[in-house]
């Protein structure tokens, strides 16, 4: 079974500043997709970036960009130019580009921006 | 982000109540799921519904009744909750299965 593993339960950066912010996960698959997504405290849970397994690019939204190890199995997320609105709970997640369909979730990262 | 819509946004029902919730998606997606998310731990997955087909029941107890009568809505029938249920109920849809899931705003459900 898939895991996903998100070892550091809180962050803080400040305002303007950069952050990033770790996953790892464990798979056998060479075929699937990773997630970060974002809990804002509405609650919404909003996609950040997407990455598939088979491009080497790392993918790329305005100020979010990660950092794909497909070795190491590692997937972090780089926020750039920290804003206040990006204070929220962040999940990495996992999913299989197989017949499993299952979207894996990490426990989640609470970024907190100070101004 | 109006492309998945849920109600209701928050419910209180006692443990001998039944209720509904409601998904709808705009997106014109082909699958739908349902998620539940308690305190302290990650997303489980619920259900999937792929072309309005039950293709995953992830050993949810019977008082979680799940249906789909079209592609476009999602709803989980309620009946008999114990105070455990008490969770933030996701529901999700995407294009079709391994494909990038959006989620809807979500019901607080609180079960007294």
Partial sequence: ?????QS???M???EAETVTLSCTYDTSESD????WYKQPPSRQMILVIRQEAYKQQNATENRFSVNFQKAAKSF???ISDSQLGDAAM????YLSGGSNYKLTFGKGTLLTVNP | ETGVTQTPRHLVMGMTNKKSLKCE???GHNAMYWYKQSAKKPLELMFV???????ENNSVPSRFSPECPNSSHLFLHLHTLQPEDSALYLCASSQRTAETQYFGPGTRLLVL
Wanted: aromatic share 22%; glycine share 0%; charged share 10%.
């Fill in chain 1, 1 to 5: 079974a898939q895991t996903v593993t």
């Fill in chain 1, 8 to 10: 550091q339960p809180e």
């Fill in chain 1, 12 to 14: 803080s950066v400040q």
């Fill in chain 1, 32 to 35: 699937y997709y990773l997630f």
């Fill in chain 1, 76 to 78: 972090s997320l780089k």
């Fill in chain 1, 90 to 93: 962040y999940f990495c997640a």
């Fill in chain 2, 25 to 27: 998606q705009h997106l």
């Fill in chain 2, 49 to 55: 519904y792929n072309f309005k087909e039950q293709t």
